[in-house]
């Protein structure tokens, strides 16, 4: 596997050429590359939570339809009008429990992916604070 670069690897060393009193130049690629990594691991928090809706959403497709399947064979064979009613009601229910579910996957996804740009912007205020401050 070749090995990964690193972009900021090459912008220090250019920086480390220049000298702005007062600011420490090189604290400021390294914050900005704790940036980087901060968004992408939100952005990989993210991804999971879609993965996991999706992988949801397949499984409540597949239970609906064997529920279809099974109600189907079920149907002809002396089904009354109160055995139909319950069954919609069972069906409505689930189908709520579902949507509950959904949400609360996205709701997760979307906490963690935030927890984690709120701390990164957080610290990325404390770094700028000791990187400005006079000398």
Known sequence: MPEQSNPFADLTKLIEHFKVPGIDLSAMVES??????ALIEANK????????????????????????EDYAKHAGAGSTSAKQAETAREAYHRVLADMKELAQIVRNSQAQAMTQMTDRAIEHLRELKRIIQPK
């Not at 900005?32 to 990594?37: A, L, T, Y």
């Open 32 to 37: 900005g590359r704790k940036d980087m990594e």
């Open 45 to 68: 928090a993210a991804f999971q939570g879609v993965q996991a809706l999706a992988l949801k959403q397949q499984e409540m497709l597949t239970e609906a339809m064997h529920k279809i």
